[in-house]
């Protein structure tokens, strides 16, 4: 298939000035068939699966229509959640950077009424889920009477959630003259009701029979706890020794951090994140392209445009936040008829729950696999290079070495003394970076932590802190309903918490200080026995682990309920 470019849609200087700078060249097939298509005016139905490059699909021409002295909505974008349409959001202001007279509002529930009313005061291009939007509309903070363009993006999803209704409303109430745009991933009977009512002659696209498949590549996970991760990394890094791999984080500082520790574990890496020059992403792509770097770790939008085709592993360092950045992400191994394989790392049952979904949404097999020990990691080293030499025995020997050979042997060296002076001249590995994880190898025989460092039993006690959670014995809750839970939602293991006490509606859980304020975000949206929990740390906690009197703690439970309902007021 001919691959076409951004630069042949003739696009306004503005727009092509911001799709470079988010790393773009080559168009997806969706980008190329539908572009010209609702630039056109007409009513498009694009039958497109998640990942394939919509946004900027429908996004281009969305932001291109805009008039830039009319002062209303002129552009709808639905999307079924409120992650996608933050997601979606972004992207289009990214696109219009260079449109200052571009106003965009996102609109979504489990938001504040508040800013949103303040945005779609100035508002001429809106990105909502059907729900919210209908809400505004009832207030009157969002009127279509001039709408021109209306795009509804992940159509099935939204049917599958409900929004039929409120979608079909939305619709009746914008202008007879206008474009209507839908990206669906099937086109089930809801869709073409809605594409027979409301859209005039639409041209359907089936990008679908165009999508490169991902058959190509195995996807597999490890489950780790969570302040092992970077140990787990290491391990995978050295067991596999990829010829050239991408590791994928969802900040710039896990970027920063992952770059550091990938260096010092022997590995020639660099990083690419959104913070960095134009001239910096150039140099790091060059080096990753010419092999001075071969493990390259970068955010997903840093990473988009990277056309290497030669990636055989992608190890996804923290779960994507959305499916679309998972296929964006393993789709950069297993290209030009190579195989390639995406590892991801799980911290507990609920990410790996998270995983196996976004893996049946994909409809794709993610299976677990183990972690190597440090055993397993010198086996492969020395199986690796056992399969050098033999490669290297078959070919033609030189005379030269020969004749050196002979020299040795004359002087009393048996052949066996100068095959192992050679193999360690030829095979200096560096391992440097398995020196911490000996020194925390964790025994075969334990089924906690399986292949992961343990802590030498004879260290100093660990430093506890105290969180207090509102739940306690009213809800019928016990010591082992929290430990599930804390071990679940922050990926630490069942031994690093400490004791529990449980009063009538609240509990104070002891748990690892230098990891207080990770296992409290993790915590955030928590359920115990079925009940939303609000978890924060208990003020001037004990970590000698001497606990206050029961009266105190009682008290210090009445302040954390007093400070949970001002916040929900």
């Given at each position: ?30 980008q ?14 694009a ?25 209303y ?5 639905l999307t ?20 200052p007279?571009i ?15 303040k ?19 009832r ?33 009746q ?51 780790v ?15 596999f ?10 900040t710039?500082t ?68 959305m499916t ?7 789709g ?37 696999i ?5 055993a397993?990691?010198?086996?492969n ?22 004749d ?17 002076a ?6 200096r590995?560096?391992l ?16 906690e932590e ?7 039993s004879?260290q ?11 739940i306690?014995s009213?809800?019928?809750v ?6 599930g839970?804390?071990t ?44 939303p ?8 906690p ?6 206050k ?8 439970s009445?302040k954390?309920?007093?400070?949970s ?5």
């Amino acid at each position: 298939m001919t691959k076409s470019t951004f630069d042949q849609l003739d696009l306004p200087v503005e727009l092509m000035t911001a799709i470079t700078k988010m790393g773009f060249t080559e168009t997806t097939p969706v980008q190329a068939e539908a572009i010209p298509l609702i630039r056109s005016g007409a009513d498009v139905l694009a039958c497109s699966q998640t990942g394939t490059g919509k946004t900027l699909a429908f996004g281009i021409p969305a932001v291109e229509s805009i008039e830039k002295d009319e002062e209303y909505v002129q552009v709808l974008i639905l999307t079924p959640t409120r992650e996608l349409a933050q997601q979606c959001g972004g992207e289009i202001r990214k696109l219009a950077a260079q449109l200052p007279y571009i106003k965009t509002a996102d609109i979504y529930g489990g938001a504040d009424f508040s800013p949103q009313f303040k945005s779609l005061r100035k508002a001429n291009l809106v990105i909502g889920t059907p729900g919210r939007v209908m809400d505004h509309m009832r207030r009157d903070s969002l009127k279509l009477d001039h709408l021109k363009m209306v795009i509804l993006d992940e159509a099935d999803e939204m049917l599958n959630m409900g929004f039929k209704e409120d979608i079909e409303t939305i619709l009746q109430d914008v202008p007879q003259e206008r474009q209507i745009v839908l990206f669906s991933a099937t086109i089930p009977n809801g869709i073409l009701a809605i594409t027979k009512q409301f859209q005039k002659d639409p041209v359907h696209l089936d990008i679908n029979r165009d999508q490169a498949t991902i058959e190509s590549i195995t996807q597999t996970y490890v489950d780790v706890p969570k302040h092992r991760k970077m140990d787990a990394l290491n391990l995978l890094l050295h067991y596999f020794k990829p010829h050239r791999a991408i590791v994928f984080a969802n900040t710039k500082t896990m970027v920063d951090e992952l770059v550091e520790h990938v260096s010092n574990a022997g590995f020639s890496t660099d990083g690419l994140h959104g913070d960095m020059k134009q001239q910096q992403r150039s140099n790091v792509m060059r080096n990753f392209k010419n092999g001075q770097v071969n493990v390259l770790v970068a955010t997903d939008v840093a990473a988009r445009g990277i056309d290497v085709s030669d990636i055989d592993y992608v190890f996804n360092f923290d779960i994507p936040k959305m499916t679309e950045y998972y296929i964006h992400r393993i789709g950069r191994t297993g290209r030009a008829g190579r195989m390639g394989t995406a590892i991801t790392l799980c911290c507990g049952k609920r990410q790996v729950n998270i995983l196996q979904q976004l893996g049946r949404k994909i409809k794709s097999k993610i299976t677990a696999i183990p972690l190597p020990t440090i055993a397993d990691v010198e086996q492969n080293y020395r199986n690796r290079d056992l399969e050098l030499l033999k490669k290297h025995m078959e070919k033609k020997t030189s005379p030269v070495h020969l004749d050196m050979i002979g020299k040795l042997t004359n002087e009393g060296y048996s052949t066996e003394q100068i095959a192992a002076a050679l193999m360690d001249i030829t095979f200096r590995h560096d391992l440097r970076g398995l020196i911490n994880i000996k020194t925390h190898a964790k025994s075969k025989n334990s089924k906690e932590e399986t292949h992961i460092q343990k802590k030498d039993s004879k260290q100093a006690k660990q430093v506890l802190a105290d969180l207090v959670i509102d739940i306690g014995s009213a809800n019928r809750v016990a010591p082992n309903h929290i430990v599930g839970a804390i071990t679940e939602y922050a990926g630490i293991s069942s031994k690093s918490i400490g004791r529990i006490d449980i009063s009538g509606e609240y509990s104070i859980v002891s748990v690892p200080a230098d990891q207080l304020d990770e296992i409290l975000v993790d915590l955030q949206g928590c359920k115990i026995c079925g009940k939303p929990v609000s978890a924060m740390p208990l003020a001037d906690p004990y970590q000698t682990r001497k606990r206050k009197s029961r009266s105190d703690f009682n008290r210090k439970s009445r302040k954390f309920h007093s400070s949970s309902a001002k916040k929900r007021r």
